[in-house]
């Protein structure tokens, strides 16, 4: 995870944000004006850049050229559906880890032959929608769960196809809140366990062994943990198979980070180009190879518009209030994460004379001292200007809520000079219309 606050760095190097550009004085993504764009649908506003996401799931694409891998984007990170019929018409399958997320991947046509569904705690009825929907593969997180699935799928005369998540106890040295692969964390089958629990799955007949599963954590920036984790896994891949339990495909997951205050992850393809390395060097190179990526296919994607309401100067501390909040933006307030944040308006952040820069606290309107968006940024705003909080893409909308009644933001997917709105601003009648008085 990155520092929590630093001041913002200079415009030229916006970060990770190269369909980001200065026009005429206006901050503009690919070809659409982001001040037109706030003024047209108002704010907070989500913008997404087509380009930026297929630029980043070529780099994988490259990554993977002449390989068997399918990419399983990781729907977790942005699951509103026309960035779904994105990646579907891509050729991506998709990593889902609950009923409704297959509901979206329906909705949005995705190929449910390359849906996974991973997650500690499935339930029955997901479990059959997931069956019946014949999708490719269950990533099993416990022996319990083993023992549901296999009578929820003996229930509906079915065999569900299943990868067991190991967990090869590797620090993925990340913030702890989003660190999977430790011994201490809840998520997968310890790797002293996956043999045994591999050959209970083989023996039930509800269930049909396909592949092996690990995840390690999430904002990874090093390769170092992915090769790792590579190792311990194709350890347990060697022992299961010498033990005749045949695996058709190996599952590595997501992780890879992404630039959000000057740091440094590897491209895709320069990281798969290390990992297929080693995969050929231990003789597994030409296997069925899948992959669940979020963050780094959509994080720099995305920027969210804020209007600026109020500044509010005090002895200790100045404060930027927007009209964006932690409903909007939870990352800061829940991990301590950095977004940069940028005004449209040209000279705002690189005036000609410093002093007229003041350093605020950029803060929402919710009723917490928690909703910050940035911390110590300096900046040269006034009430009505708008501000872009930068890799907002990932982890955002899929997260935000309605606390404090707020209704959740619009979005909108620019490709070239097309703007389309993909989700309308919700209102205050959309949020009562699931409620009853006594
Ligand atoms: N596969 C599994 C099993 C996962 O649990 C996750 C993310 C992914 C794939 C995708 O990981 P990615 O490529 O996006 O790193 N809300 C946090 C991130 C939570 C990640 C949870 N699992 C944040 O805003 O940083």
């Not at 720099?300 to 909007?328: R, S």
């Amino acid at each position: 995870m990155t520092a929590p606050s630093a001041p913002n760095a200079p415009l030229a190097a916006l970060p990770g944000h190269p369909h980001l550009h200065r026009l005429d004085g206006q901050l503009f993504i690919e070809g659409c004006d982001l001040n037109d764009l706030a003024a047209r649908h108002g704010t907070p506003l989500f913008v997404y850049s087509k380009a930026a996401m297929r630029e980043a799931l070529a780099a994988y694409q490259r990554g993977f050229a002449g390989r068997k891998a399918q990419i399983c984007y990781a729907m977790k990170a942005n699951s509103s559906l026309a960035i779904l019929q994105f990646f579907a018409q891509e050729g991506c399958g998709f990593d889902i880890v609950s009923g409704g997320e297959l509901a979206r991947v329906q909705a949005a046509g995705g190929d449910l032959r390359k849906v996974i569904f991973s997650g500690v705690g499935k339930t029955r009825a997901e479990m059959r929608a997931a069956l019946e929907a014949d999708i490719a593969c269950f990533n099993v997180e416990s022996e319990a769960e083993l023992t549901v699935l296999n009578e929820v799928s003996l229930s509906l005369g079915r065999r569900a196809r299943v990868s067991l998540r190991v967990n090869p106890n590797v620090d993925a040295q990340t913030h702890p809140y989003i660190s999977t692969g430790l011994k201490d964390n809840k998520f997968g089958i310890a790797h002293e366990e996956a043999l045994a629990v591999y050959q209970r799955a083989a023996a039930l007949p509800g269930l049909q062994v396909v592949g092996i599963d690990c995840h390690i954590g999430s904002q990874i920036t090093e390769v170092a943990p992915y090769l790792e984790a590579m190792d311990r896994v194709l350890d347990l891949v060697d022992q299961i198979e010498a033990a005749g339990i045949a695996l058709h495909h190996i599952d590595f997951g997501g992780g890879l980070g992404i630039d959000y205050n000057g740091d440094t992850p590897p491209a895709a393809d320069q990281l798969w180009a290390l990992l297929l390395a080693k995969l050929d060097a231990r003789g597994h190179g030409q296997r069925q190879l899948m992959i669940e990526p979020g963050r780094s296919l959509v994080g720099n994607a995305g920027v969210c518009l804020t209007e600026v309401l109020y500044l509010k100067t005090g002895e200790q501390k100045n404060f930027c209030i927007v009209d964006a909040a932690m409903n909007d933006l939870p990352r800061p307030a829940m991990y301590q994460a950095f977004h940069g944040i940028v005004p449209l308006k040209e000279g705002s952040q690189e005036p000609s004379n410093p002093d007229d820069l003041t350093v605020y606290d950029v803060v929402g309107p919710v009723c917490e001292s928690g909703d910050w968006l940035g911390r110590d940024r300096a900046l040269q705003v006034a009430p009505g200007e708008v501000l872009a909080v930068l890799s907002a893409g990932a982890y955002c909308m899929s997260m935000a809520s309605n606390y404090n009644t707020r209704g959740r933001a619009a979005e909108v997917l620019v490709d070239g000079d097309q703007a389309r709105l993909i989700r309308r601003r919700e209102s205050s009648a959309d949020q009562l219309a699931l409620e009853s008085l006594l």
